[in-house]
């Protein structure tokens, strides 16, 4: 549950609770017994961040073991009980950005030694009587059906049992993890078995090539840990059901040899009706259940959720497709009038089987005479070298067909998909002309304008500012644009004297934490070579600039985010609009037919409580855009922030 460890009697079904705590109703690591059922193992959340703890049953004691700040998570014991293998990246917290680069890890709960060869050597010598083992026999059937018995002996060797108490010496714990496995690429989940003397530890990575797979890494006296792939595919379970192993992966049951390392498929099948108004019925009820659980706001943002249950439970019988349950749930999710909210589902029943597409080529045609090219959109395919296309040119023709201007001109241009190339004709001034072209979708061109846009900003900064401030846009806060930013800085910051960042128009992501701690630089001392220029260090102290962040009604998520952040730490003025207020950390959960819903359920504060979501971020100098600056060419916020930088700068 959201904040309760409970013991259940499977026999009377009746439960105790063991621990309170903030665990989450989702994103948890499973709770599991100790080799001797003494204790229970699980996470807890510290600062969004987990923590290994255990709890002695018995003695009703709870014990943190790492307490660091950074999440450890999937624990696994060790079937001798003496280990406790865990998923971290050990220095980087998970939030909120996730594990990046997680490894494996093994906690000795106790200060253990390492065995000895001579103990080892001594016990080949040491007179024992031999355990008897007896003769297992395998009954199977000749061709007249007659059965066959034959007695086998099978070598066992012992799997060693776990300690009937298990030591927990917490003193100096944490310099008793080790690394298990890869120490590249990224490796998550933990299962662990034994067999004899070897410890199998089983987990996914990418650490070779990058592609998820199944590893396993055997640990044994005396030898080096060996690792080996067991299966394609990060995506895995695997069970022990007494002396044998089964292995899901890529949706495929397989019966696995652990001591081969080897899968086997098990073709399996079943028949059932499937019944949609059931369906559909446990797929409401679970969505509603999971944002009883999850949704961020224990208010939720002043609406009686039980009652909306039974209000759109009343449909319930009147649906007849997936159409309808997309509608009915979404209708119930708006109630909140929250962010990141929403059901999203499709089927082949809904599988459309022809679209249309139109094939953008990056000329601009003029908005009185559809057939004149006025430009050609920058970085688009049409402006390429050795594309022949001119301002002035009319169109006349596109792959052979000739043009009626009485049809719309995207008529000629919509097909089922994109070409790979096309041939367009021209009337230049009398004269004909043909020109291949690479076609490229709406999105490439939209995509080609809003760089356009960013590129005048820039030359727009350097005239106005007189080459002294930098400027960075980021479309979004993902990966990519924090790419950008830091490219834009690395070329600029030092040359420049101040800085603008503009997130107006930013669609959010996830890289908050990275942009803020860039712009929070100072220089904090001088090094230089015998001869050389004095040299700062960090090598970027932008903090110690003069900075401008632009923000809008249309800034939103992260970008509220980082402006809230921006803000906080002082670094410079906020000029704009006041942001979007749509500003929640989701996540999602699938459900029964590959469904899903999301779930926005971490809230975001200022650091004296106000809610982002429902305040957005303030701007400290309000200028906004109206369409008439737009449709000018005048952009009155960049105009602005470049103001308050040279007074600054005076």
Known sequence: GRNELKLMDLKTFDSKTLVTDEFWAFQNSAPSFSPNDEYVLFTVYRNFEQDLVVHNIKGNKTINLT???VTETGPAWSPDGKYIFFTSARTKPSYPTGMNSAHIYRMALNNYDE????DKFDDLFKETKPAEVKPVVVITKDKNGKADTTKKKMEVKPTPKPANVITINTQDILDRIELVGPSFGGQYGTDVFAKGDKTYVFYASNHEGGASGLYRTTLEPFEVNKTEKVADGGDYNIVQAGDKFFVLSRGVINKY????????KIDHGYKFTRNLNAEFNQMFYETWVGLDENFYDEKFHGVDWDKMRTRYAAYLPYVN?????RILLNDMLGELNSSHMGFNSSGAEEKKNLTYTTNETGIIFDNENPLKVERIAAKSNAARTGTNILPGDMLTA????????????????????LDKEMTLTFDRKGKEVFVNIHPESSGALRGNLYDEWITNNHKNVDKWGNNRIAYSYMKNMGGSELEVFLLDMVAQEENKDAIILDLRYNTGGNVHDDVLKFLS????LQWKYRGGKLAPQSNFGPAAKPIVLLINEQSLSDAEMTAAGFKQLKLGKIIGTETYRWIIFTSAKGLVDGSSYRLPSWGCYTMDGKNLESEGVKPDIFVKNTFEDRLADKDPQLEKAVAEILKDLK
């Open 398 to 417: 596109v792959n052979g067909i000739k043009v009626d201007e009485k049809i719309d001109r995207d008529y000629y241009f919509s097909k089922p998909s």
């Open 521 to 524: 630089q100072r220089p904090y």
């Open 115 to 118: 065995p000895y060869r001579s």
């Open 67 to 69: 307490n660091t700040g």
């Open 321 to 325: 497709n997936r159409s309808d349950l």
């Open 257 to 264: 040899t652990l001591e081969a390392n080897k899968l086997d």
